[in-house]
């Protein structure tokens, strides 16, 4: 995967997959510390410490813990390249955290991408999950929460409607856009020079 | 497309959308699904999604319900769409980039013809 959005989409299947109802992804680019944080909370059914243990292990996964695969390996890999570390918090019947931190400038670290289409396809496609994305830069962040969209269409129009598909992805690209506004140039899918 | 979206815009979508209600889909309700695994998402699955969302918006289709699935076992398949039309059987399309998914939405999803060439085979 070339996009960290699409390890956030992976993620956040996971949680999905684990049953969960309440699903948060947060992201924090710390311009001072120069790093670059996101985190996946979900309220799944969560896991044991075994198999906590377990989950960075792409060797150990079987067909019948659908819970893990090689997606956490992978985003737990590419933050170790970049001066990061990723730890997977969780408590049965609580939920899980996926934790993730890189060195925000490394120059291996992948671009971010398309965060408002990772977002789309979770809230079009899962509408029984309470979606929240936490978009943060210093000192400005930019939360995006389903729950009035949600309220406000009722059982009128679904999600999948053409126009309330207009509506999110616009709101969701507004809302990034302006937040990043003085980082896009880095996280650019392809950087000149 | 206004620049500043606000609940105020949503209300209205809801408003007008009560008012005229064509549906263009094949008869019979119509769902679409993505394979959202990781062996999907690797393969491109995202971009397949949003092929069939922005085909959705920019023909108006009404009607589509839109869900995604996990790994269904066909990881070599993926990126996989599946279309189930009313009762008929849910047909499983495979390699499905998002020229292919606009394709499948528009001769199947709207015009009720199974895209043959692009099934997985069973």
Redesign the interface.
Same mark, same amino acid.
Not at chain 1, 160 to 167: K, L
Not at chain 2, 56 to 62: A, G, K, R, V, Y
């Given at each position: 995967?070339r996009e960290l959005s699409?390890h956030l989409?992976?993620i956040a299947?996971n949680g999905?997959?684990a049953g969960a109802q309440n699903i948060t992804i947060t992201i924090v680019e710390d311009l001072r510390t120069d790093r670059l944080k996101l985190a996946v909370e979900d309220d799944g059914r969560g896991m044991d410490a075994a198999m906590v243990e377990q989950v960075t292990n792409p060797f150990t996964t079987t067909r019948t813990t659908?819970k893990v695969?090689?997606?956490i390996p992978l985003l737990k890999l590419a933050a170790e390249m970049c001066a990061g570390s990723l730890d997977v918090e969780s408590t049965p019947n609580v939920g899980t955290i996926v934790n993730v931190d890189f060195q925000r400038s490394h120059i291996d670290r992948m671009p971010l991408g398309?965060v408002a289409?990772?977002m789309?396809?979770?809230l079009?496609?899962?509408p029984q999950v309470h979606w929240v994305l936490r978009y943060r830069v210093d000192d400005e962040e930019f939360v995006f929460d389903d729950a009035?969209?949600k309220a406000?269409?009722g059982d009128?129009?679904?999600l999948?409607?053409?126009?309330?598909?207009?509506?999110l992805?616009?709101?969701l690209r507004?809302g990034i856009a302006d937040v990043t506004r003085r980082t896009r140039g880095d996280n650019l899918m392809v950087t000149e020079g | 497309?206004?620049?500043?979206?606000s609940?105020d815009?949503?209300?209205k %979508?809801?408003e /007008?959308?009560?008012q005229k209600r064509d549906i263009k889909t094949a008869s019979g309700q119509a769902q679409v699904t993505?394979a959202?695994?990781?062996c999907g998402?690797?393969a491109g699955a995202?971009?397949t999604?949003?092929a069939v969302?922005d085909t959705?918006?920019?023909?108006?289709?009404?009607g589509? %319900?839109?869900? /995604?699935t996990?790994?269904i076992g066909l990881c070599e398949w993926e990126p996989i769409v599946q279309v189930t039309i009313g009762d008929q059987p849910k047909v499983t399309y495979g390699k499905v980039t998002p020229e292919r998914a606009q394709q499948i939405l528009k001769e199947h999803v709207v015009g009720g013809q199974v895209v043959k060439g692009l099934v997985v085979p069973a």
């Open positions: 995967m699409l989409l992976d299947e999905v997959s659908r695969g090689l997606g398309d289409g990772t789309l396809s979770l079009v496609g899962w009035p969209i406000e269409l009128a129009l679904p999948s409607d053409p126009e309330v598909i207009g509506f992805r616009g709101a507004e | 497309m206004p620049t500043v979206k609940l815009d949503l209300k %979508i809801k /007008q959308a009560t993505v959202m695994g990781t998402i690797a995202r971009e999604m949003k969302l959705i918006e920019t023909d108006s289709l009404q589509i %319900i839109v869900t /995604q996990g790994c």
